[in-house]
């Protein structure tokens, strides 16, 4: 390195790494490096390293820092995971360097380090096993729509970790296309934790290609980007045809709107205005294509607490994303490390701090040890192929893996052939041909265009109306929130355990939730008590999915397993005369009464029931039940029925005989 060195910072960088590898005593300095999709530039950091409790620790003044964020930092929504201890670090940049890609692939060692692989830590027939229980018994017993359920991909590195991990970072610039951020992260544990004074462990130490942003914020715009739905590419690279296949296959079309739903979820949490979607676009990387859309809101939070409130993406958790974990936790028997979370930039900017933040998939974590470990999974639902799913997991696996050399690399057809060094190969099917973009629009015509549309309220409809929304364990009721507030009503959303008023608002709606209600447990018979409250009140209720079931137990009515479940699907539906497409996320149904039923009822509804005896909705004075998730994207005429719903609630409470709006029997 001379004084003149343009890039000086890599440079030593790459010294150190390299005088580390050859002496043991020889320390390499943290570091990390970054490139951001569209920018021909490497982005080079090193500085303090410091290790936190919670995000909103992370230490924000004048310079960029850099946060590895584990997967158990979901503990701090309260939702369980098996927690292995691997710590929030954080890289404080004291210096920051913009190197051209060209001169970073000059520089970056492009020797390929000694490995050992091993393979998945578990044989396909094992991985299928685990499939056909989780649609089984999770999504067959009612606890969720799908499920993101993982494998790790296993090696020995023989070689200084540092060092591989910038000839990886090489390999991956040069061999991997499409990717979000292409990193490498090297933060050595600090002498003591910042914030909590207990000795540091291991080293972080992170290289990958990761397809997808979680969340960015800047200038108080926040941004999420959900990808879903795989194509895994021939043996002879992808074809226009295949893509063509894969656009209008159900389950994968499925999988993309379940996933948007739940991050709709989220920004419905994050931006008072809600969330915009656009696409769906393509995602094409070395041996897969996804298919994604962007989702836009604005947002005032500061970009730590936005962080926690999101933990995690649907895409690597499933929905809800709660009873996801839980899910996660009985089926995967290992800690996940840092696969699912996030690697999260923050800066400075004029008044205040940005954040980009990509999701830690097709990422590989390296130990002091020199195990190596790729972590993938597959997104579960309700007619998932067992065998399908557990080749995707290595589909997702093979990119990283063969950028490391632990794989390997597919053959590169003529059409494809091109310069290693660009990292990204002709293509042979875009987005503007015309088939293709005539397949990807059509996904949108079944969906609401509530979210497609700018969130800002306009509607008075049912101005000054205060509204409480009970949410048991599912974040639909932030949507239902959003959709109530764009008409004009001042909500609040309170989860189930904490609801101790039920009485003072003009309207209370009861929200959905996972689970069987047959099954007595603490939330089910929370709900069940505070329904009862509210309908001995005589003021107007609705109530949807979980509640709306449960309200049928109150009516006399038999809840019961549907003969297939309805886990994000659209179905057009009458209720009470009115024709409406409208999505379902339930695997049990209330079904039509019997004269035997009679000794049971405790409550007296009109039910409205589809051609299969599944009561989709019920109404009495004063009361509204709804089966299906109205607020949904799935659901093109959700809006129009939650305003008739929620109009017909509040028109008739209090005008059944005796100024009840419901007959209800004391228990």
Known sequence: MTDTDPHPLLTELISLALAAESDDTAECPPFALLRREGDDHLEVLTGEVVDVDALAD?????????????????????????????????????????????????????????????????????????????????????????FVIARRFEATLHDAP???????????????????????????????????????????????????????????????????????????????????????????????????????????????????????????????????????GRSSLDPREALRRTMFAPTVTGSPMENACRVIARHETRPRGYYSGVIALFEPEDDGWSLDAPILIRTARIAADGRVTVTAGATLVRHSDPAAEAAETRAKAAGILTALGLHDAPP????????????????????????????????????????MREQTPTSTRFAGASVLVVDNEDGFTEMLAHQLRHSGMTVRVRPCADVDDVLTDDLVVFGPGPGDPRRPQPRINRLRALMVERIRSGRPLLSVCLSHQ??????????????????????????????????????????????????????????????????????????????????????????????????????????????????????
């Not at 670090?89 to 970073?104: H, K, M, P, Q, T």
């Not at 290609?209 to 979680?214: K, L, N, Y």
């Not at 590419?233 to 709107?257: I, M, N, Q, Y």
């Not at 060094?421 to 973009?437: K, L, N, Q, R, V």
């Open 412 to 451: 590169r057809p003529a059409a494809q052939t091109g310069s290693a060094e660009a990292g990204a190969a002709p293509t042979p099917f875009t987005e503007t041909d015309p088939e293709i973009a005539a397949a990807l629009q059509r996904r949108n015509n079944a969906l609401a265009p509530f979210w």
């Open 550 to 667: 449960v309200l049928g137990m109150l009516a006399g009515h038999d809840v019961a397993p549907l003969a297939e479940p309805r886990q994000g699907i659209q179905l057009a539906v009458d209720v009470f005369g009115s024709p409406a497409r409208v999505g379902f996320y339930n695997t049990f149904g209330v079904r039509e009464r019997t004269e035997s039923d009679d000794d049971r009822r405790e409550v007296t509804l009109e039910p409205s029931i589809d051609a299969n005896g599944v009561v989709t909705a019920f109404r009495a004075p004063g009361i509204a039940s709804v089966q299906a998730h109205l607020e949904s994207v799935l659901s093109p005429d959700g809006e129009r029925m939650l305003s008739a719903l929620i109009e017909h609630a509040l028109a008739t409470a209090g005008t059944a005989a005796g100024a009840s709006p419901a007959r209800i029997r004391s228990t």
């Open 162 to 296: 540092a060092c591989a991990l910038l000839a990886w970072m090489r390999a991956l610039l040069t061999g991997e296309n499409g990717a979000y951020w292409t990193f490498a992260v090297h933060l050595p544990a600090p002498l003591r934790s910042a914030s909590s004074g207990l000795e540091a462990a291991e080293p972080v130490m992170l290289v990958g290609a990761t397809p997808e942003r979680h969340l960015t914020l800047k200038g108080g715009r926040a941004v999420m980007n959900p990808i879903s739905g795989t194509y895994r590419h021939g043996s002879d690279g992808p074809t226009r045809e295949a893509l063509l296949d894969f656009l209008v296959d159900p389950k994968e079309t499925d999988e993309l709107f379940m996933v948007v739903d739940e991050e709709l979820k989220l920004m419905s949490s994050l931006c008072p205005t809600g969330g915009r979607m656009s696409g769906p676009f393509l995602k094409r990387m070395s041996r897969l294509t996804h298919t994604e859309y962007l989702l836009d």
């Open 58 to 146: 992370v230490p924000l003044t004048d310079a960029p820092v850099l946060a590895a964020v584990p997967y158990r930092q979901i503990l701090e929504r309260g939702f369980v995971a098996h927690d292995d201890g691997a710590p929030l670090r954080c890289l404080i940049a004291s210096r920051v360097e913009r190197v051209r890609l060209a001169d970073a692939l000059s520089l970056l060692p492009a020797h390929a380090p000694a490995t050992t692989f091993h393979g998945p830590d578990s044989s396909d027939e094992e991985y299928e096993g685990i499939v056909r229980r989780v649609i089984d018994t999770e999504i067959g017993e009612g606890e969720g729509a799908n």
